[in-house]
Structure formats: C-alpha cells, structure tokens
C-alpha cells in the first residue's frame, strides 16, 4: 500500500492517497467582500427582503461569514473562528481559522474576508421620510367648526393608541395631521390602526363613519388602496341641550351601532328613546354653559318659587315628579324665557 502521489506507505489511504495528500485538496472558499446594508436612520439591518431592527451586530456578522463559507464537496463538516479588524467603521478585515472534517481526519486552514457596512434606508424609514400613508381618518363637523375640545380628544384618542403600538411596530405612525373644512385629516401609516381609530372617535361622538377606497398603485403584485374613513360629528354632543318639536331634552347618550339617541326630557326628567333618522331636525340650543343656579323663594308640594337670576323676578315652576330641592338654590337652564328645573344630579352634570 502506497500513496499514488507522493509514494509513501502510510497505514492507511484515502482514495489512494496518504494523509497529507487527501488533504490538500479538502478546502473551503470563502467569498469576498461581505456587504452588510444598514439603516442610516434607524440601524436596522437588511436580511434578504426584510430588515431587523435593532440588530445584534455580532451575530449577524457571524451569520453573514458562515454564509459566505462555500466547502469542498468532501468537507463534512466545518467550524470557524474569527478575528475581527477594523480597518474604519465601515469596513472590518476578518481573519479566520477554519476547522474541516472528512473521513475523520481534522485540517485546519486560515482564511480571510472583508466586511463592509453599506448605508441604506429601511422600509419603515423610507416610508417616514416619504409622507407614506395607507388611510386617512377625516373628522367633520355637521356645522361650522369642530371645537378645540373636540379636536384635542380627537388628537388624545389618535396619539395614545399611536404610542400603545409602536413600542413595537415602528410601521404605525400618523404620517401628518391637517385642520381641513373645519375638522381634520389624519394621514396614517397603517390601515388596520385607522379602521379602528376611526371607530373609537364615532362611538366618542356619537357620529357616523363613511368609508371609501381609491386604488393608488401596486406593490409585490399585489393592488394598493388608499382607504378613507370620514367621521361625521353629530351636531350634538353628551350633555348637550336640544329642542325637538316643542320640548327640550339633554343629551344622555349616544348609541352608535344602533343609531338611537337617549335624550331626558327636561321638564320631567324621563327618559326617551329617538331613532337618530327620526329626529333629522333637532336643534342644539347649548351646552353645559347653559346651566345656571336660581335661589329658592318658596316651595310646597306641587310648586316651586325661584329667583330668575337674569331679573329677579319670582318664577313659579311645577315640581317634576320626585323632584327634591336640597340646600337654597335649584340648578336651573333658561330657553326662549322659560325657566326649566334640572333634575339630575349635579355631580353627573357633565357625564350624564
Ligand atoms: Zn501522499
Ligand atoms: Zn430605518
């Protein structure tokens, strides 16, 4: 028994050949540079078609050389170890000691590589920086104006949901806000979080959502649309006094999905239930400003005698039924000169 290269006679051969000879030609190849593209904004990492954010540089770094590692058909099996340079911030020199297997025998053999860090821009920074948006959520008043009031909650219910989200999806952001016909536009990032967001600002307000979606484009094969949902604030709001057909009534509450609208009537305390389309022409006449307090002159059981705090003249006004004064004054609202009674209680004024 003799090596067919070199013509020793070792105790054993590998295909004819003696150790050293069999293995000269186990080898690995390892490709050069190694390009690794990051994002100058945010440092995520591009994998294939994704990019990792907040990346472990080290791992990826040690991914990327295995990768780049091509063995020779009659290694078994490898393993490295790496040696890292850097030569600048953007490019490391890799010095590596690489352990091959075949036939059990062991060779090691040095190579080296190049990594350079390539800048790059993320989908999710891309999409920021381009004004990139999937829905817009409209907000619009029946009349006039929204309120500061009612935009601030828009803006609380919009950013709080906003944050919630993007401690973990960065993809979820509000693109750019504009004050429009009185209300406002919210271009978004994410059509799911609208679709939602515009939900929660209808059932706030009580108002009505209209959707539309136009096709803006194609991505991955796929047909892209631009989604908008308009929420129309009603005229009236929780806690609001209105005028239907001869009678006041406050506004309680505001069903959404059934579309009906709790009102209590004011001057007897009860309640009603209205089909919002039933009532198209309700008029708003005022808001919690509206409630005034009146001092108490006298009472029995039916009636009650008041000071009307813009005259001072004496009013006499029927009790409602179960009405109870307490203390000197009585919480009152005045509409086209006539002093009603409030009944419910003065600690829920506001959330009735
Ligand atoms: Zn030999
Ligand atoms: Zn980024």
Not at 130 to 157: C, F, L, N, W
Not at 168 to 195: A, P, Q
Not at 253 to 264: F, K
Request: hydrophobic letters at 30%; aromatic letters at 8%; one cysteine or more.
């Amino acid at each position: 028994m003799f090596c067919v290269e070199c013509g020793k006679e070792p105790d054993e051969l590998y295909d004819g050949l003696c150790e050293d000879c069999y293995l000269k030609d186990v080898d690995v190849k390892v490709s050069s540079p190694i390009d690794i593209e990051v994002c100058t904004t945010c440092g995520a990492v591009r994998e294939a078609h994704r990019w990792i954010e907040r990346p472990d540089m080290d791992s990826i770094m040690l991914k990327r050389i295995e990768d780049s590692i091509e063995p020779s058909f009659d290694v078994d099996r490898y393993s490295f170890m790496a040696d890292f340079y850097e030569e600048d911030p953007r490019n490391i020199h890799v010095e590596l000691d690489v352990e091959l297997k075949s036939r059990g025998l062991i060779k090691h053999t040095d190579k080296e590589t190049k990594i350079i860090f390539k800048s790059g821009q993320c989908k999710v920074c891309s999409r920021i920086h381009g004004h990139y948006y999937e829905a817009i959520i409209q907000v619009r008043p029946t009349k006039k104006s929204m309120t500061d009031e009612q935009k601030q909650a828009v803006h609380d219910i919009i950013n709080k949901e906003v944050e919630v989200k993007r401690g973990d999806e960065r993809s979820i952001f509000v693109t750019s806000m504009e004050e429009k016909h009185g209300g406002l536009d919210y271009y978004m990032s994410d059509n799911g979080v609208s679709k939602k967001l515009a939900k929660r600002i209808s059932e706030y307000f009580g108002g009505e959502i209209t959707v539309s979606s136009k096709l803006a484009g194609r991505e991955d094969g796929r047909n892209i649309y631009k989604v908008t949902y308009s929420v129309r604030i009603p005229a009236y709001e929780r806690g609001d006094f209105v005028y239907h057909q001869g009678t006041v009534y406050r506004v309680k509450e505001i069903r959404t999905s059934s579309g009906h609208l709790i009102l209590i009537e004011v001057k007897t305390g009860k309640t009603v239930t209205f089909d919002k389309r039933d009532i198209e022409d309700i008029k708003v006449i005022g808001g919690q400003d509206m409630v005034k307090k009146s001092v108490i002159v006298s009472e029995d059981e039916q009636e009650i005698k008041v000071l009307d705090p813009d005259d001072y003249k004496t009013k006499t006004l029927v009790k409602p039924e179960g009405y109870v004064t307490k203390g000197d004054t009585v919480r009152i609202i005045k509409y086209m000169d006539k002093i009603m009674l409030l009944t419910e209680e003065e600690s829920n004024s506001k959330d009735i």
